[in-house]
């Protein structure tokens, strides 16, 4: 199908941009890997589209005193290719090669699978196993969301009307910190069934979980157990996995431990 | 903030300048306003791979990205990139091994191949495997695509091209 009519505005500065997305009726376009689908399907139809490729402002890695800020425009490919994100974050450098194919990777932000907060998508488990910090810009300025804050619901995240994300901030990993990224899909680059961003330092785990809920979740009860055997006992505390087209919630449950068992020893 | 925008573009090294709605995809606007119908429609969101392209050197669906936000990109398509020459390899692979039937994810394969190769000129049939994960062939079963980009990634070492 084709998308309906929709006006198009690509601003090129962000005040510019916050003016235009306030707007009723208005959509942000970033990678529109996501977006464009859900128009060509009339799933969505906007009245404006607001594309916020021109704010340069909004690409790019920095690495800076121990935290890695990574622009909302910055692309699956960019970050597969950065080495920044190999050294101080493999978590996320072991994701997103998971991240659907190639030809979307290039297309595909950062800031915009953060803003959709699709439940089976990799970077909300990312940011919510390595505690990142959201930033999000409106008219009266920015102010940073940590990341179990962030995710409300199916689809829903903390952003308000007229509120751009503008990037995502990371504490880079330390020596002695480990990480583990593992999800299961029939085809490489397909939406997971399940999936998991561990990570372990200083005595605690984050255990997040997608595709097991309505959002990324974190598995607070599994984390704390001593054990593989009670972590995975624990699980059933900490997720009841909605079915979806091919599998029950149990097979889901089951799915989620295997994976819980393959990321543990890197723990 | 208009439904239609003027937009120009580099299109396999010819520069088109036209007035294009908002709404209307790459893709279409490659087979529809320039007749380049060598990019192929298929599922429109993103899945079967058939309408990749190659913008600003790469691949990208086509039919996930609008026309106008190609304005100052350079296009270049399953014609331009055959015409050049830069395919060749992977073509005579794809005959020879007989990878293709009907035809219509070949276009869309042999950009996926040779952005693979380009990144990386000695992949493993896995590697192959994972790149050309988002390109569908409802015809050969993939067997002989992964054998022919094999092949290719040999003869383009002793022909020495791309």
């Known amino acids: 199908m084709k998308a309906a009519s929709f006006a198009y505005a690509k601003p090129r500065a962000l005040a510019e941009a916050l003016e235009l997305i306030a707007r009723p009726g208005a959509k942000v376009l970033a990678?529109?890997?996501?977006?464009?689908?859900?128009?060509?399907?009339?799933?969505?139809?906007?009245?404006?589209?607001?594309?916020?490729?021109?704010?340069?402002?909004?690409?790019?890695?920095?690495?800076?005193?121990?935290?890695?800020?990574?622009?909302?425009?910055?692309?699956?490919?960019?970050?597969?290719?950065?080495?920044?994100?190999?050294?101080?974050?493999?978590?996320?450098?072991?994701?997103?090669?998971?991240?659907?194919?190639?030809?979307?990777?290039?297309?595909?932000?950062?800031?915009?699978?953060?803003?959709?907060?699709?439940?089976?998508?990799?970077?909300?488990?990312?940011?919510?196993?390595?505690?990142?910090?959201?930033?999000?810009?409106?008219?009266?300025?920015?102010?940073?969301?940590?990341?179990?804050?962030?995710?409300?619901?199916?689809?829903?995240?903390d952003l308000k009307p007229g509120e751009l994300l503008t990037a995502v901030e990371f504490k880079a990993q330390k020596k002695d910190e480990r990480s583990a990224f593992v999800e299961l899909a029939r085809r490489h680059g397909d939406y997971a069934i399940v999936g998991l961003a561990a990570f372990a330092g200083n005595g605690t785990k984050r255990l997040a979980y997608f595709g097991a809920a309505d959002r990324a979740v974190l598995a607070p009860n599994a984390a704390k157990a001593k054990d593989l055997e009670s972590a995975k006992a624990a699980l059933a505390k900490d997720l009841q996995p909605p079915a979806d087209l091919y599998h029950s919630s149990e097979t889901k449950l089951h799915l989620a431990r295997v994976l819980l068992e393959r990321a543990w020893t890197k723990l | 903030m208009d439904e239609a925008i003027d937009t120009t573009l580099?299109?396999?090294?010819?520069q088109v300048t036209r007035r294009i709605p908002?709404?209307?995809?790459?893709?279409?606007?490659?087979?529809?306003?320039?007749?380049?119908?060598?990019?192929?429609?298929?599922?429109?969101?993103?899945?079967?791979?058939?309408?990749t392209v190659r913008v600003d050197g790469e691949i990208v669906r086509g039919c996930l990205m609008l026309a106008v936000q190609a304005n100052g990109c350079k296009v270049e398509t399953i014609e331009g990139l055959s015409d050049s020459g830069e395919l060749a390899a992977l073509?005579?692979?794809?005959?020879?091994?007989?990878?293709?039937?009907?035809?219509?994810?070949?276009?869309?394969?042999?950009?996926?191949?040779?952005?693979?190769?380009?990144?990386?000129?000695?992949?493993?049939?896995?590697?192959?495997?994972?790149?050309?994960?988002?390109?569908?062939?409802?015809?050969?079963?993939?067997?002989?695509?992964?054998?022919?980009?094999?092949?290719?990634?040999?003869?383009?070492?002793?022909?020495?091209?791309?």
């Open chain 2, 91 to 162: 073509q005579k692979a794809f005959h020879e091994r007989n990878a293709l039937q009907c035809g219509f994810c070949t276009p869309g394969m042999l950009l996926a191949a040779r952005d693979l190769l380009k990144h990386n000129p000695k992949p493993d049939r896995e590697q192959i495997r994972a790149h050309i994960s988002g390109n569908y062939c409802r015809c050969t079963g993939y067997q002989a695509i992964v054998d022919a980009i094999e092949d290719a990634t040999r003869t383009e070492v002793v022909d020495g091209q791309g």
């Open chain 1, 31 to 157: 990678g529109g890997q996501s977006l464009i689908p859900s128009l060509n399907m009339r799933l969505s139809s906007p009245e404006l589209l607001v594309d916020i490729n021109g704010l340069d402002e909004l690409k790019g890695i920095r690495f800076d005193k121990d935290v890695v800020r990574i622009g909302a425009l910055t692309t699956h490919a960019d970050i597969e290719r950065s080495d920044v994100v190999k050294k101080h974050l493999p978590l996320l450098a072991e994701a997103v090669p998971h991240i659907a194919h190639p030809a979307i990777r290039n297309r595909g932000t950062i800031g915009g699978s953060l803003a959709l907060a699709d439940p089976a998508a990799e970077y909300p488990a990312c940011v919510l196993a390595l505690d990142a910090t959201i930033v999000a810009t409106g008219k009266e300025g920015s102010r940073k969301i940590k990341a179990p804050e962030f995710f409300k619901s199916l689809f829903e995240t």
């Open chain 2, 10 to 14: 580099t299109v396999n090294g010819a």
């Open chain 2, 22 to 51: 908002a709404r209307m995809n790459l893709v279409d606007f490659l087979r529809d306003e320039l007749g380049l119908t060598g990019s192929h429609v298929g599922c429109e969101h993103g899945v079967c791979g058939a309408c």
